[in-house]
């Protein structure tokens, strides 16, 4: 869901009429990041692991299929800069965005020469920030220490203001979704004891969804971005709350499209910018024939990004586990501690 919405977002995003009206479908972005605190917090729990193996565990996980795009995207530069526009190819640009260092673009804005790569620069420093704490045993001391670095971080950039620069881009509130996920992440084990309904569940996520496209919509940036965070939070509650109850998501084709999530989210705009040119010369991008292209748009986006899922990313992510295990003295419980999905 959250990378259909990025999906749709940025579909809209090329149409005068639509852009206003798309703005709230930007919200899967806080989507992403609540998973991704919830996450971190559920694998770990399930089996601790030290500060390097979970690091090793993230980069295996991102940075394969990340870099091979950047290079598709960096040489397309080189080739053909007409096509790429504000991307350049430039190699102080590459090397800043393959070791997720975010900069400024002529655009004013922080963007990678993979522009959705923005989020992983995030990303990738909420992970470093989670390895760290893992050094402390405490369970709770660890989520105070995450979470007390995010706020800082946050009310930091509040008191300063800072016009470009690291803080600037660190101090985002977004960042505060990742401490929203670790704590549902922390309450997780104990929702089955609620008595909650499927009806007020499924109550809760239309009610939930609502506020995190209305927020964006209709209140400025920064006072958007603690309703939003809120209601992304609560909006990941009531699905757990759901599967607790029984509602749980067996279809193969949706559930491929969920392992699919993350090349679906860096492919897509390659999909998006080609297909959106055709829909254009072809003059379907007006009246009736506008939603259907949307939809032939998403249906060509998710099956690139199934595609990419199945010949790259999974293939190559097996072979690099698979590499580390057997360069440890232990293969066995050392893999079992990187990736403990994988004891079946």
């Known amino acids: 869901m959250a990378a259909l919405m990025i999906v749709f977002f940025h579909w809209a995003s090329e149409y005068a009429g639509l852009k206003y009206h798309a703005v709230g479908l930007v919200t899967g972005i806080d989507l992403f990041f609540v998973l991704s605190g919830f996450v971190m917090i559920y694998t770990t729990a399930r089996r601790p692991l030290g500060m390097w193996a979970f690091f090793i565990n993230r980069v295996v996980r991102i940075v394969p299929l990340y870099w091979a795009l950047t290079m598709a995207v960096f040489l397309g530069a080189l080739v053909a800069p007409r096509i790429f526009q504000s991307t350049r190819g430039d190699s102080v640009e590459l090397l800043k965005s393959l070791l997720f260092i975010p900069y400024l673009k002529g655009s004013g804005l922080f963007r990678p020469v993979l522009h959705p790569g923005w989020t ?3 990303e990738m420093f909420f992970y470093g920030l989670f390895a760290v704490s893992l050094i402390v045993r405490s369970g709770a001391w660890r989520l105070a220490l995450v979470i007390g670095a995010l706020f800082s971080l946050v009310g930091l ?53 609502i506020a995190m496209v209305a927020a964006r919509q209709l209140l400025p940036d920064p006072q958007a971005a603690i309703p939003i965070g809120l209601s992304a939070t609560l909006f990941v509650l009531f699905v757990l709350l759901a599967e ?43 009246g009736m024939l506008l939603p259907i292209s949307a939809i032939a748009i998403a249906a060509v986006s998710v099956g690139v990004g199934i595609m990419v899922h199945l010949w790259f990313e999974r293939p190559v992510d097996t072979a690099l586990r698979t590499l580390l295990r057997y360069r440890r003295s232990d293969p066995v419980g050392n893999s079992l501690a990187l990736w403990p999905w994988r004891r079946a």
Do not use: E, W
């Open 120 to 122: 992983l620069n995030l």
């Open 157 to 209: 950039g509040a008191v300063l203001q800072p016009q470009g620069g690291l803080l600037a881009f660190y101090s985002q509130p977004v960042i505060l979704d990742f401490g929203a996920g670790m704590v549902l992440g922390v309450i997780f084990p104990r929702l089955a004891q609620l008595q909650v309904s499927r009806i007020l569940c499924y109550v809760g996520l239309v009610v939930t969804a």
């Open 244 to 286: 607790v109850r029984g509602v749980v998501v067996r279809s193969p084709f949706l559930l491929l499209i969920g392992a699919a999530s993350y090349s679906l989210y860096l492919t897509h705009i390659f999909v998006v910018l080609a297909l959106q040119k055709i829909v254009a010369k072809l003059g379907a991008d007006q």
